[in-house]
C-alpha cells in the first residue's frame, strides 16, 4: 500500500461517515445503564408540565388526520364532550359543526356530500359551511397533515389559527399519523413526553444512550442527546428538542445528526368519558420526516409503503407510553400521585 494510499484513509473514512449516519453503538445490557431516575426530579417535570398548561390553545382540537374527510361523505367526533361533524366544502375546505342535526337531532355521520352541501340521513335537512339560525358551524383548519376543531374553552381564548409548529415543506418530507385511545386526560399525555429520562429504561427496543443537556434545558425546551436503535449494535445518534406550542401538543424536533428538520407531533384531544366516568384521550401523533441527503427522494417516492411501518413504530411507544399516562392518572385520581 502506497503512503499516498494510507494518508486517504481517514478521510474516506470521515466521508462515508458523514454518508451514511448509521453507528456501531451497541446496546448496553440494564446492569450496565446509568439509572436516570436522579435526573427525573418530579419538581422539575412538575414545573415544566405547569409552564405547558399554561399556554393558550385557542380552543383548538385534533380530530384526526387529513385523509379522514374526503369530499362525498361526512365524518363525526367527538370532542371534549361534544358532537362534531366533519366534511368537505366545494373547495375542498374543512367544515365542522355540531354533530346532531337541528331538525330531530339525528347523528350527522357517513351523510352524503353533494358539491359542499351535507344532506341529513334521515329527512335530507341541507347544510352548508354557512350554516343558519338552527345550525352555527365551528372553527375549522386543516393543516395538510391533520385536522382541526375550534371549540370555545372557557380559559382559552380563540384564535384565528392552531399554534403550529414549524414543520419542512411536506412535499418534501414523508409523514404518517398513529392514533391510540387512552384513558387519561391529556395533561398525563404531555406529562409523559416532558419526562424524557424514561425513554431508554422503558423503550430500549427503540432508544439507548439518552442524556438530556442541562445547560441547553429550561422549563419551556428539554435538549437531549439520543440515539435511535436500528439493532442491539447499530443506532443513529442525534440530538432533538422537546418543546409545547399549546397546553395539549408537545413536538419533538431533531436539531442536530441524520434528519434534521424532522418532528413528532403528540396531540392529546379529550373526548369525554366512558361508562365508568373514567376520562378518555386519543393521542394523535405525526411524524414528520425529513432529510437533505440526496436519496430521501427515494424514500418521498416510497411514502405509502412507509406509512404503515411508521404508524406501527409510533403505536409500539404508545401502547406503552399509555401505560405510563394511565398510571399518571389513576394515581392522581387516588390522590397517591407523589408530591414534587
Known sequence: MSLRTRTDLPSKTASLRRRIPITRVPQPSQDRMRSTWRQAKPARIAKALEVSQAQNSGGWFVAGASGDVGRTTSVTRTIAGREVVLWRNRTGGLVAGPGACPHLGALLDKCSVVDGTLYCRWHGL???????RSWSPYRAFDDGVLLWVGLPVPGEPATPRPALPARTSLDQSVFA???????????DVIANRLDPWHGAWFHPYSFSHLTVDDNASDDKTLTVDVTFRLSRTWGVPVRAEFSCPDARTIVMRITEGEGVGSVVETHATPLGTDERGQPLTMVTEATIAHSGRPGFAIARWMAPLLRPSIRKTAR???????????????????????SP
Open 126 to 132: 341541507a347544510l352548508d359551511e354557512q350554516g343558519d
Open 177 to 187: 399519523v398513529m392514533t391510540e385511545l387512552g384513558v387519561c386526560e391529556p395533561q
Open 316 to 338: 409500539r411507544l404508545w401502547v406503552d407510553d399509555l401505560l405510563y399516562a394511565e398510571r399518571r392518572y389513576e394515581l392522581r385520581a387516588r390522590g397517591e400521585f407523589p
